[in-house]
């Protein structure tokens, strides 16, 4: 294994077949037996490393790193060594729950790396002392020699050094569409890109035409498949904007929880009456009173109902921070095969008799170049009707048919009798067919400069006439046309000949034809695609295509889908300029390219680091092997649920069930949607644990007894709760889509959201304490000390919790009034807010829980005051909205 990794910097493509046979002391006639024994022990066997696992025990413990979590767990210790155990185990119990959580979704994670090796193929037919032989893939080994054919997957990286119209289809390697032709060439170019290395086979891609024969330059992690894997086990793994919000937020409450305490222990010394190990005690329940304790859970519960409203709309979050990064995404860099475009070649324009078609309802189904296409074509029609051969084949077949062109009947009556295959020297195919009066159709389907060099004459729609200079640079001119709109133009000839020849020869078939037309094909992009890109643009996202495919070809599809405009050729670069860039200087130039061609997995990986260097929270998408390392690096990895490879997949936070780019727009409004939720829950429970820290905080000062722990612990774990949650169902607020993206920066307080909290808390406390003080200075029980002690304390844990009940729909909008976003809209919202109630009303109403709360019942006078300065909090706050309004309408 060391000696492969020494050898993986080896630029095989740039060496002649002789000198790799040479270096790697071997022959076209194979290695021995004994040979491939010593190498199999010297480089291992051909098959992924599967790295370093980590433990089920070491992922357990991992969950416990979150700020928030330890937290928690303090808090816990330091209720259960103050006597409350009860609220100790509830915070254990969360806290547990949440890391078995956490557990399973990361033992997903995991899956990339089986996936590459389930991709490898069982077996390979190789020469071996001479002979020809079927070994395991995992048992080749340096210098054997693999032959290859239509169908085969091609099993470790190949220098070919036999070639018979061999096309290889690389997609899942390089993103490119159209199989590779590969050459017997040397290359000359150190920083060929994968797509380009003609003279070179690499693993898992796959042979759709033709034969070859290869030797072994690399196997298992050695390979450029080992690579991705290796990439793939290194890539740093990101902190999602949510985990850095909540980071964030658990430092900001360590800080004030600290500040809460000094000061409380502070005043109480100074006004005397307590002993130190009292006021240490009062001040810690405080700090603890202060956190909110649900948050974390209630974070996940909003993230995982926010996966199944998204898992109806196909879009499948595998990780569930990926629900709310979705929202603050800035850059989309989408892999361009697959993901933008179809992955199927389709016929789109067809030039014959001097006339140009776009729209083929008036095409004649006698017309020849149609018949051309479909004749001269290796293509075959499967068991169940679906066609089987060279992708570019199938594309002129499958147009025919549907355009009407019965292909079968009319080979029927006009059969194939000899052919002529594709060759890459001639860059020509030749089928001859026996016409039925006896005749025989030589039909040639070529590169149009080859080809149009054979032609003697051309077709119009009065007859055939001899081809002449004006016509040659009209056909031309037309090939330059279709070309610079990207389509992969082919051109069409033929001749009638009165026998068959004996001899079935290029320089007898293929001479003296006649021009029938040209076909221009293209992997088009998905109808869809291009409207889903306007939508992105008008929310502030910037999408950036990368591919392997050629530059011109991603050029037209990024016009075409609206990524660039006609006259941004600037923006785009090519893979091989991009390996003439320091990291440094593309990080600098970055927002300058929208449009990235022949790259490979590296380069994505670059180009994803470089946007996060900028600071933006960067999406990826894809579905082939190389596209994973990137997909992993990315804030949020988007895989492809069809055409997707399991690596890709296995690599992502969110897969597309319908491979539709359009459902990333409507996920990533989903996902701001989330974190808005999720910022109504932020608001919802700081501000009353603020109210209630604030609450205790001053009664203590003025010597009052205001709420007990038990009162705190209902309000926070059971009261709080379910209003929480369901603020986290709230609908999307309007325009969600057309605000830019908060971006990196932007946290859970921003966007008013800590202002809130401020006066907000402030509020509930003033009215919590305002109440209490009534029910002292205004007593219904009069002379009774303990009775209007317990009426005072009772009437200020209803307000307490009713105030925040009520508070609850203050939260739907930061800056909206309740009454534009709707009160009563969110149903679940609705049953909450009385479930809540009800909970609260049962410890004061029902008897036997009097005792438990230590509470007392009130009358109906009584609970008209808590009632009323609970529902006040709702008035007040629509008028500082008002304010608010107007204010930031005045900017």
């Not at 076209?28 to 433990?55: A, C, F, I, M, W």
């Not at 290359?187 to 003279?199: A, K, Q, S, V, Y």
């Not at 095409?363 to 149609?370: A, F, K, M, V």
């Amino acid at each position: 294994m060391e000696q492969q990794k020494k050898e993986q910097g080896r630029l095989y493509y740039l060496d002649s077949e002789d000198t790799i046979l040479a270096e790697l002391e071997t022959t076209d006639k194979g290695l021995s037996s004994e040979e491939v024994g010593q190498r199999l022990e010297k480089y291992g066997h051909n098959q992924l490393d599967e790295g370093q696992k980590k433990t089920l025990l070491s992922k357990f413990l991992d969950q416990f790193k979150d700020v928030m979590i330890v937290i928690l767990l303090i808090a816990a210790i330091i209720s259960f060594f103050m006597g409350d155990s009860i609220e100790a185990i509830m915070i254990v119990v969360v806290v547990f729950i949440m890391a078995v959580f956490g557990v399973v979704q990361e033992a997903k994670a995991e899956e990339a790396i089986e996936a590459l090796k389930d991709m490898s193929t069982p077996n390979a037919h190789v020469r071996r002392d001479g002979m020809t032989e079927t070994v395991k893939s995992t048992d080749l080994v340096p210098g054997d020699i693999v032959l290859l054919e239509a169908g085969d997957v091609v099993p470790a990286d190949l220098r070919l050094i036999e070639v018979a119209s061999l096309k290889i289809e690389e997609a899942a390697l390089t993103g490119e569409s159209v199989p590779v032709e590969k050459e017997l060439t040397t290359l000359t170019e150190t920083d060929t890109g994968i797509g380009d290395r003609i003279n070179m086979c690499f693993m898992n891609s796959n042979v759709t035409y033709g034969r070859g024969a290869g030797v072994v330059v690399g196997t298992g992690m050695s390979t450029e498949v080992g690579k991705i894997a290796n990439m793939l086990a290194q890539a740093d793994e990101t902190n999602t904007p949510l985990k850095e919000n909540l980071n964030k937020l658990g430092k900001i409450l360590s800080l004030a929880i600290i500040v809460i305490c000094v000061i409380m222990f502070a005043v109480g010394m100074l006004r005397g009456g307590h002993t130190w190990i009292e006021m240490l005690l009062t001040s810690v329940s405080l700090a603890v009173a202060a956190i909110p304790e649900g948050l974390p859970a209630i974070v996940t519960i909003i993230l995982a109902l926010g996966t199944q409203k998204m898992a109806k709309r196909n879009a499948l979050v595998r990780k569930l921070p990926a629900v709310e990064t979705l929202g603050s995404t800035d850059i989309i860099c989408s892999d361009k095969t697959g993901t933008l475009t179809l992955n199927k070649m389709t016929v789109e324009a067809i030039y014959t008799k001097n006339e140009l078609f776009e729209e083929f309802q008036n095409l004649p189904l006698s017309d020849r170049t149609l018949k051309i296409m479909n004749y001269c074509n290796d293509s075959k029609f499967a068991n169940d009707g679906t066609l089987i051969g060279d992708p570019t084949e199938t594309a002129l077949v499958k147009f025919g048919l549907d355009v009407g062109f019965d292909l079968k009947e009319s080979l029927t009556l006009e059969p194939r009798v000899g052919e002529l295959p594709f060759d890459s020297d001639r860059k020509l195919m030749t089928t001859v067919h026996e016409l039925a009066d006896g005749q025989y159709l030589v039909a040639v389907k070529g590169a149009p400069d080859v080809l149009l060099k054979r032609c003697a004459q051309f077709e119009m729609p009065e007859g055939v006439v001899t081809m002449t200079d004006e016509e040659l640079q009209l056909i031309l001119a037309m090939n330059t046309q279709l070309a610079k709109q990207a389509l992969r133009v082919l051109a069409m000839a033929y001749k009638i000949v009165p026998e068959l020849p004996n001899e079935l020869t290029p320089d007898v078939l293929e001479n003296d034809l006649v021009f029938a037309g040209l076909v221009g094909m293209i992997d088009p992009e998905r109808a869809e695609a291009k409207e889903a890109v306007r939508v992105a643009k008008e929310a502030g996202i910037r999408p950036v295509m990368i591919t392997g495919d050629h530059r011109d070809t991603a050029e037209a599809i990024a016009i075409r889908l609206g990524i660039i405009t006609e006259n941004e050729h600037a923006a785009v670069i090519t893979g091989s300029e991009l390996n003439e860039m320091s990291d440094e200087q593309l990080s600098a130039n970055i927002e300058n390219y929208s449009v990235y061609a022949r790259v490979s997995p590296e380069h994505k990986v670059r180009i994803v680091k470089a946007w996060q260097k900028d600071n933006k929270v960067v999406a990826m998408t894809g579905d082939g092997v190389n596209d994973a390392p990137a997909l992993k690096q990315a804030d949020i990895g988007i895989g492809m649920g069809i055409t997707g490879t399991e690596v890709s997949k296995g690599a992502s936070d969110m897969v597309l069930a319908d491979d539709n780019f359009s459902t990333i727009i409507v996920a990533v409004e989903e996902g701001r949607k989330v974190f808005s939720n999720i910022q109504k829950t932020v608001q919802y429970l700081l501000a009353a644990n603020l109210g209630e820290v604030l609450t205790l905080f001053i009664a203590t000062l003025m010597g009052w007894d205001t709420l007990l722990p038990v009162h705190l612990l209902w309000i926070n774990v059971v009261t709080d709760t379910f209003p929480a949650i369901a603020l986290g169902l709230e609908l999307a607020e309007k325009n969600v889509m057309k605000q830019k993206p908060r971006g990196r920066d932007s946290d859970l307080f921003s966007g008013g959201v800590f202002s809130s909290i401020i006066y907000q808390g402030v509020l509930e406390a003033a009215i919590t304490l305002g109440v209490y003080y009534l029910a002292i200075v205004n007593p219904v029980h009069v002379g009774d000390n303990l009775a209007i002690h317990a009426d005072a304390l009772t009437m200020s844990y209803a307000t307490l919790g009713l105030i925040q009940l009520f508070h609850a729909f203050n939260v739907k909008s930061v800056h909206d009034s309740l009454f534009t976003v709707g009160a009563f809209r969110n149903k679940i919202f609705n049953y909450a807010i009385l479930l809540s109630f009800t909970l609260l009303a049962i410890t004061i109403v029902i008897p036997g829980f009097n005792d438990v709360f230590r509470v007392a019942h009130l009358d109906m006078h009584q609970w008209a005051i808590v009632l009323g300065a609970s529902f006040s909090i709702i008035p007040i706050v629509e008028v500082v909205k008002f304010f608010q309004r107007k204010a930031i309408k005045n900017q």
